[in-house]
């Protein structure tokens, strides 16, 4: 079946600017999960949505992060007033449950300019 | 602090070889760990998970060994192939039942 998709796959933005991206879980999976992977790092968690509801924000650099799920399906990550420290891939994942393992998606690549 | 870390940052290999890729944690609450393949421009995959009440686990050509005791995971692949090549993380959960703590990963490069 279909695995996790994410959009746009690269996103080029000039600093100051807003963008969101955009992921598409597997379906039926209840968890979703967004990480922020820097140039040789390894994954930062940002957020994790049970359904629709986001019980741990706590990985959000700042409040210019914002997400959203809707449907139990489809996420947004929003980053308001982007800045260069912001570049970086997106990854998104989904799991059956949330003790199960995640799947992860393409990611989308932020390059603030 | 507590991290996750890998022991060596590279790892070359000859085709057909076994790989040993070495992880340490230091948080005595988790309890699932996760090893994850990364290649070029892609998404992690994963490889193989375990949980601690378990020492050693297999998947195919994959073998993943957990050390409490020291707090050491390893990830063994047999007949390494290039396809192989990639970056490993290891990922522990910390005690809680979603968020995964990754570690910075391990270049394995496999020459033909």
């Known amino acids: 079946g279909a695995g996790v998709s994410q959009s746009p796959s690269n996103k080029v933005t000039e600093k100051g600017k807003d963008v969101e991206l955009r992921c598409d879980p597997i379906?039926?999976?209840?968890?979703l999960y967004w990480y922020r992977q820097r140039l040789g790092q390894g994954l930062e968690f940002l957020i994790y949505f049970q359904g629709n509801s986001a019980p741990d924000k706590s990985g959000l650099p700042s409040d210019r992060f914002s997400a959203e799920r809707t449907g139990e399906s489809v996420s947004t990550l929003t980053i308001q007033r982007t800045q260069q420290e912001d570049s970086a891939v997106y990854l998104c994942?989904?799991?059956?449950?949330?003790?199960?393992?995640?799947?992860f998606g393409p990611g989308t690549r932020l390059t603030v300019t | 602090g507590e991290s996750v870390g890998l022991h060596l940052p590279t790892l070359s290999v000859q085709e057909g070889d076994n790989s040993i890729i070495n992880c340490a944690y230091s948080?005595?609450?988790?309890?699932?760990f996760i090893w994850y393949k990364q290649e070029s421009g892609k998404g992690p995959q994963f490889i193989i998970d375990i949980r601690s009440n378990m020492d050693k686990r297999q998947g195919q050509r994959v073998t993943v060994l957990l050390n409490k005791t020291v707090k050491h995971l390893s990830l063994q692949i047999a007949a390494t192939q290039p396809g192989d090549s990639a970056v490993y993380f290891c990922a522990e959960n910390r005690g809680s039942n979603y968020k995964l703590t990754f570690g910075k990963g391990t270049l394995l490069t496999v020459n033909p």
């Open positions: 379906s039926g999976h209840t968890a």
């Open positions: 994942a989904s799991s059956l449950e949330a003790r199960y393992e995640q799947y």
């Open positions: 948080n005595s609450a988790s309890d699932y």
